[in-house]
């Protein structure tokens, strides 16, 4: 039976990541298998550019219907229908 855990930790400045998982298993021998991702620390918002937006696409574009505003119609009755028991 394969099982899988997913952990976030932190390596030292020693560059050495030390990992301490209980598993529930004892006196076996298991296979193990590491894969790790560096997880990017946000520190500055991405531009909308490095979103994918064209330049200027938001000046462009707000605004845009203030002479012509969405209207939303009247939707009618709502169908009644027995209560869920």
């Known amino acids: 039976m394969m099982n899988s855990i997913k952990i976030r930790l932190h390596v030292g400045k020693d560059g050495i990541l030390h990992l301490e998982i209980p598993v529930g298993i004892t006196d076996k021998e298991l296979e193990i298998m590491v894969i790790y991702q560096p997880l990017e620390t946000p520190t500055q918002q991405k531009t909308p ?3 994918g937006w064209p330049p ?6 707000a605004g845009c219907l203030a002479d012509d ?3 939303r119609y009247p939707q009618g009755e709502y169908e009644e229908r027995e209560p869920l028991e």
């Open 69 to 71: 505003p969405i209207q």
């Open 49 to 51: 550019e490095e979103l």
């Open 56 to 61: 200027d696409f938001f000046e462009q574009t």
